[in-house]
Structures are given as C-alpha cells and as structure tokens.
C-alpha cells in the first residue's frame, strides 16, 4: 500500500457521488418525463396498424375528446344518481375513467390501485410507487397520489391502521369537494371499507349501476375506435389462420 499520499486522503478516487438532499426526486422527476415519452398512448399504434386503418377507410378517433367525453358521461350518472363522487377498483373501470392501465390482471383481482372521481372537482388516481407516468398523457386525472392498499396481503395485522388511513384519505377528499353531500358510489369494496367509511360518516351506493349506465351511450369517435379494434383483431385472426 502506497504510504506516500498526504493525511487524510482516503476516498480521493472515489466515483461514487455523495447523497445529496432532493437528488431522489429530481431522478424520479425525470424518469417519469422519459417513461411518459414511451407510454404506448404517446407514442401510437405503429405504422403497420395505421396503414390497415386507413385502408379499411376508418378516421383516427379524438382521443382527448373521447376520454373528455367519458367523463362527462361518469358525472352525469353521478349527478342524476345524488352522489358526490364515485370510488374506482375495477381497472376497467378506471380505464373508461382516466384512459390509464397498470398491471390490469392483478388490480382486477386485488384491491390495490383505484381511483375517485368527483361530480364537482377532481380526478384523483392513486396509483403504486413511481407509476405516476402512467396517466400523464390522459389529460383528465388531475392528481396522482401513493394507493394506500389495505387488502391481507399486504396489510397483515396492520390491516386495520391501513383502512383507517385509506378511510381517513377518501372522506377528506369527500368533504372537500361534496358540497356537503357525504354519499358516494363505489364499484368493489370489502366489508372493512364499508365499516371505516360509515364511521367518517360517508354513505355508499352502487358504483357498478353508474359506470354500467354511463358506458351505455358511445360517442362517434368511440364508435371509430371501436371499428378500428375489430379491423386490428380480425387482422390478427387471419395471420393465425
């Protein structure tokens, strides 16, 4: 070992950088610009998948005017059903919502990402850790916030303390944008849920009968992306044969 270097200089050739405060979620800022430049719904169909369209003579549905559309259809129900908000588990459901998808097999047998729309006021997704890109292209969520997943699974014998802070998130955001009107639809629920709700004082109802209804009625550039859906599939169909 070399004895000449002068005191105190040990670690003189280090390249690892340092922890600096903040440098966490400057990294996460920009890994959420980069992953949301790559969402599938950014980036298109490809130019395979736009040529059949156009051959088969289908226009390109408005996206943004559709997912616009679709929530407009939510809150009417909502509206004509007397609720202040509807919770969202069903991940087809947060999709017709907010046009976002995560990991759609595994929220739709476990309560893990949902999402609550309010009839007066916002779109908040809660979403798992470092996902928040996934909806930056809908341009109708306006908040993404950490889902608090209360399921056994994850919650254990703390499953109690973490329907009491899911419970505790959902009627503040209730009271803050119900107009003091504390009855909201839900999709799906355990019993847990329902418990701690009534407790804080909120009231729910069938959140399937409002979405079931406002997806009753499409929009023309549905109907487009609809026609464009069967032309991709009947496509694939033929190369299987």
Request: glycine share 10%; with cysteine.
């Amino acid at each position: 070992m070399d004895s000449a270097g002068p005191k105190g200089s040990f670690g003189r050739h280090r390249k690892i950088m340092p922890f600096e405060p903040g440098s966490i979620e400057a990294l996460r800022d920009a890994s959420r610009q980069k992953a949301g430049s790559l969402n599938q719904h950014v980036l298109g169909y490809g130019p395979q998948a736009e040529a059949e369209w156009a051959a088969a003579g289908i226009a390109a549905p408005d996206l943004a005017a559709m997912r616009k559309y679709r929530l407009e259809r939510i809150r009417a129900e909502l509206k004509r059903r007397g609720y202040a908000g509807a919770l969202l588990y069903d991940p087809v459901n947060i999709r017709y919502a907010t046009d976002s998808t995560n990991m759609q097999l595994w929220v739709a047998h476990n309560p893990t990402r949902h999402c609550f729309v309010a009839t007066e006021g916002p779109v908040v997704l809660f979403e798992y850790f470092s996902c928040e890109h996934l909806s930056d292209h809908s341009g109708v969520v306006n908040e993404v916030r950490p889902a608090v997943s209360w399921m056994y699974l994850y919650g254990g014998e703390l499953t109690e303390q973490k329907v009491r802070r899911w419970a505790a998130g959902i009627a503040d955001l209730v009271r803050e944008h119900g107009s003091g009107n504390s009855r909201i639809a839900v999709d799906h629920i355990n019993p847990e849920g329902v418990e701690e709700l009534a407790r804080l004082g909120i009231s729910i109802g069938n959140g399937e009968a409002v979405m079931e209804n406002a997806r009753l009625i499409k929009s023309p550039d549905e109907i487009l992306a609809m026609r464009r859906a069967i032309v991709a599939c009947e496509a694939a169909m033929g190369e299987m044969e």
